[in-house]
């Protein structure tokens, strides 16, 4: 059943009066990874896959929302003091909290969401829900006054005051802004942006997605993070934005070794960035490709945040003659992210999912993916 009927025909049974349809897009990232936190640059764009929301005012001070998908209820109030239990609820009621506290209107709400945003791909289905949310309570009650950017900053407050993850801008940004048929630069430092054509002719990108998410103790992202903000302090810098390699060298033996290569890797990829950017204004996809490959590995070997089935991916795609591959998101699992020419697709996703198989027991998932519109209201 389409994702809106389906919506609409819970929303009825749970809450009765129809409400209004938004949605908003998961994204990929094309290239730049880990960059957002260092005030480098990435390269992302929205996708043909979202999680939307009917909602509706209640003239309550409650808000009730229902999740299709994880089958569960919640209902809280708008103050400090009311946040829900259940993880999925402390995202929307996080969005209500960080519009509130920018002076916004909030009121009671219902609302029923689903996605087709795959969980745990990598596809960013956190930001898709807090941007369709943030956008809808911007509609809804604040007649449209918050600017778009400031949505995206609510999300990722969101994530840092109410979800315990310190993640940069990019995810939210791709999910508001996107536009059908365009990637975006974003400089995470100036907040500057533009938007680049990207309709390949000849080539899809396709989504290998490994169904393996590993769990780690501490959290990776954040230790990470940390190792980058290390260097720029000893560097008296703010961030690596604004490091070279000659500079890092410069520090190698006042630095573990662990920090070095993860400064590494973001420095090298802050390059890979703009040179990708160059390379779609001249149509040049195998450069483009080259650089993707150039990223997993630095991401395998420097940043150390693959996985042995993400490894065996990029390895069956190289072995495929695919442009360019590498893991996409934070990483440890999830998916690789591939450039390939079309007369190839089908082998390759064939050979993908058979030695995936064989190799581990159960086939990848694969996701074609369009790029198109962010956050927005369905007609």
Same mark, same amino acid.
């Given at each position: 059943m389409e994702l809106k009927t389906k919506i609409h025909e819970v929303f009825q049974k749970h809450f009765g009066e129809p409400g209004t349809v938004y949605a908003s897009a998961g994204r990929i990232n094309l290239i730049g990874e880990h960059t957002d936190y260092n005030g480098g640059f990435v390269f992302p764009g929205a996708i043909d896959k979202v999680i939307m929301a009917e909602i509706a005012p209640n003239d309550t001070d409650k808000v009730r929302?229902?999740?299709?998908?994880i089958d569960d209820y919640a209902e809280f109030g708008l103050n400090?003091?009311?946040?829900?239990?259940?993880?999925?609820?402390?995202?929307?009621?996080?969005?209500?909290?960080?519009?509130?506290?920018?002076?916004?209107?909030?009121?009671?709400?219902?609302?029923?969401?689903?996605?087709?945003?795959?969980?745990?791909?990598?596809?960013?289905?956190?930001?898709?829900?807090?941007?369709?949310?943030?956008?809808?309570?911007?509609?809804?009650?604040?007649?449209?006054?918050?600017?778009?950017?400031?949505?995206?900053?609510?999300?990722?407050?969101?994530?840092?005051?109410?979800?315990?993850?310190?993640?940069?801008?990019?995810?939210?940004?791709?999910?508001?802004?996107?536009q059908k048929g365009k990637l975006m630069r974003l400089d995470c430092r100036s907040m500057e942006f533009e938007y680049y054509p990207f309709n390949p002719e000849g080539y899809e990108l396709v989504l290998i997605d490994s169904r393996v998410k590993h769990e780690l103790a501490d959290s990776p992202y954040n230790k990470r993070r940390q190792s980058c903000e290390r260097v720029a302090k000893r560097l008296g810098i703010e961030t690596l934005r604004?490091?070279?390699?000659?500079?890092?060298?410069?520090?190698?033996?006042?630095?573990?070794?662990?920090?070095?290569?993860?400064?590494?890797?973001?420095?090298?990829?802050?390059?890979r960035v703009l040179a990708v950017c160059d390379a779609l204004n001249a149509g040049d996809y195998e450069t483009v490709g080259n650089k993707m490959y150039e990223t997993h590995? +630095?991401?395998?070997?420097?940043?150390? /945040?693959?996985? &042995?089935?993400? !490894?065996?991916?990029? *390895?069956? %795609? =190289?072995?495929?003659?695919?442009?360019?591959?590498?893991?996409?998101?934070?990483?440890? +699992?999830?998916?690789?992210?591939?450039? /390939?020419?079309? &007369?190839?697709? !089908?082998?390759?996703? *064939?050979? %993908? =999912?058979?030695?995936?198989?064989?190799?581990?027991?159960?086939?990848?998932?694969?996701?074609?993916?369009?790029?198109?519109?962010?956050?927005?209201? &369905?007609?």
């Open positions: 929302v229902y999740s299709i998908d400090e003091v009311d946040a829900p239990e259940a993880s999925w609820a402390r995202y929307i009621f996080g969005v209500c909290r960080e519009i509130l506290k920018r002076g916004g209107v909030v009121k009671g709400f219902d609302a029923v969401f689903a996605g087709n945003v795959p969980l745990g791909a990598g596809l960013s289905s956190s930001a898709a829900l807090e941007s369709c949310f943030a956008f809808a309570l911007n509609d809804l009650f604040n007649d449209n006054q918050i600017d778009k950017f400031e949505l995206a900053r609510i999300g990722q407050s969101t994530e840092h005051n109410y979800c315990g993850v310190n993640c940069g801008i990019m995810d939210q940004f791709a999910s508001v802004m996107g604004d490091a070279t390699i000659e500079m890092l060298d410069s520090i190698r033996t006042d630095i573990t070794a662990e920090d070095y290569f993860r400064a590494k890797f973001v420095i090298e990829e802050k390059d590995r +630095g991401l395998s070997y420097d940043y150390e /945040v693959s996985c &042995e089935e993400l !490894d065996f991916l990029n *390895d069956i %795609a =190289k072995e495929c003659g695919v442009t360019g591959s590498r893991i996409m998101g934070g990483g440890f +699992g999830g998916c690789t992210i591939n450039l /390939v020419k079309k &007369e190839l697709r !089908d082998s390759f996703v *064939d050979t %993908a =999912k058979k030695k995936f198989n064989e190799k581990y027991g159960h086939e990848p998932k694969v996701y074609p993916v369009v790029i198109s519109d962010g956050a927005h209201k &369905e007609e």
